[in-house]
C-alpha cells in the first residue's frame, strides 16, 4: 500500500467528511470500528480538514479538494457558529456530551483557533470574502478571550456569559497550547494587516515562554506534568510564530521542545503520551507520533537540530498505527490504551496530522524544501 495515496483517498471516500445531510461537509471525529458509526461531526476537526485539503491542493493542484473544503467551510458558518462570534464544538450522533454538544453553547478557544487558519487559508485560495469575514468573526471572538497575561480562556459559556479556566484537565484550563492560535492569528494579521492580531500572538508567546521547564512545557499545571500532545501544540505556535515573525526567542523554545520530545523516544521508535512525577506514561497516539515527526524534520531541515536515526525511527513507528486493509483502509488508528490495547477506531485529525507528517518525510528524504504554509 502506498501510504500517502491511500490516506488521501481515505480522506476524500471513507465518509469522514459528510457528503449529504444536515451536517453535510463536516468532518467526523471518528469512525468507531466496533459500533460501526461517527459519533460526531466536530468544527475543530472541520477546521484542520479545510487546512488539510488545502495543503493537499498546493502539492498538486486538484479542483475537488477545493471544493470540499468550501462545503466543510460551509457547515462551519451555517452551523456551527454561533451568534456570539465564535463556533460550537460537536454535533452528535450518538449519545452526547453535553460539555461539547452544539446544544451546550460551549465555545472552545483552542477549537475556534484551529478553524481560524483554514477559513483564511481558504480566503487565499479562493479569494472570496466570505470566507475572510468569518474568519474576522472568529479572530475577534479568539481575541475577546485573551487575558491581561496573554494567556487566553479555555471556554466561554454562551449560555451564562462565563469564561472558563479550570484545572479539571490541560484543555480546560490556559495553557501554552494556546499558542498554536499563533497559525490562524498571524494569517489573519496578513490577510488584514490589523495589528491587532499581530500583538495577541506577541502575548501568548511570551507568556507561553514562562511555562517551559527544560525543554518541557507544563501542561497540566496542578500536577507540574507534561501531555505531549500539547506540548507539540505549544512548540508547533512558538515555531510558527517566530519563523514568521523573526523572534529568535520562540524558535529557539520549539528546538528545545522538539530536543525534549526526542530525547523521550522508546526503543520501539515512538514517544510517551505524558510525563507526570518523574515518570512517563508509555502508551501512544498516533496524532503525538505525527506531531513530533512533523517537528523534528523541520527543525532538522532548518539545521537547527541533527538529522539522526530517531526521525526514521518515528516515520517506521507511524506508518504502524496507519490500517491497511478494509474499510477504512489509509486511515489511522488513534492509537493505544494505558494497557497496551489498541483504541479501536480510525480518527480524522491523526490522520491529517500524519498526512502531512509523512509528505514532509518524502520531502525531506527527497531534498525538497519544506515550509510551514498551511500547517495542520
Known sequence: ?????????????????????????????????????????????????????????SLKQNPLFVKRAETAAGWITSKAFHPFGGA?????????????????????????????????GLYNATKNRRYLEAAVRIGNFLISMQKPDGFFYAAYDATNDKRIDSQEKWSSQSGSYHAKLSI???????????????????????ASLDLQKNGRFITQRSEE?????????????????????????????????????????TAEGGVPCKFVDGKFIVHERSDTLAQVLRLAIYMADAGLISHDERIEKLENRLLQFQKTSMPHAGGFFYGTELDGTRRNHINSWCSMFALQALTYYNHFKNRSKIGLNLFI
Open 225 to 265: 506534568s507534561t501531555h505531549m500532545h500539547p506540548h507539540c501544540y505549544s512548540a508547533e505556535g512558538l515555531l510558527y510564530a517566530g519563523t514568521v515573525l523573526g523572534e529568535d526567542s520562540f524558535i529557539l523554545s520549539a528546538k528545545n521542545a522538539v530536543e525534549w520530545a526526542l530525547g523521550t523516544q
Open 1 to 57: 500500500m502506498d501510504e500517502i495515496p491511500s490516506g488521501i483517498q481515505w480522506l476524500l471516500e471513507s465518509g469522514i467528511q459528510n457528503a449529504s445531510g444536515e451536517h453535510s461537509g463536516g468532518f467526523n471525529g471518528w469512525y468507531d470500528l466496533d459500533k460501526k458509526t461517527y459519533p460526531f461531526v466536530y468544527s475543530e476537526i472541520t477546521g484542520y480538514g479545510i487546512t488539510t485539503l488545502l495543503f493537499l491542493n
Open 88 to 120: 460550537r464544538a460537536r454535533a452528535y450522533n450518538t449519545e452526547p456530551d453535553h460539555m461539547y454538544s452544539f446544544e451546550s453553547n460551549m465555545l472552545l478557544i483552542f477549537d475556534n483557533g484551529m478553524i481560524l487558519p483554514g477559513l483564511v
Open 184 to 206: 490562524g492569528l498571524l494569517d489573519l494579521y496578513n490577510a488584514t494587516k490589523d495589528d491587532k492580531y499581530r500583538e495577541s500572538v506577541l502575548k501568548i508567546c511570551k
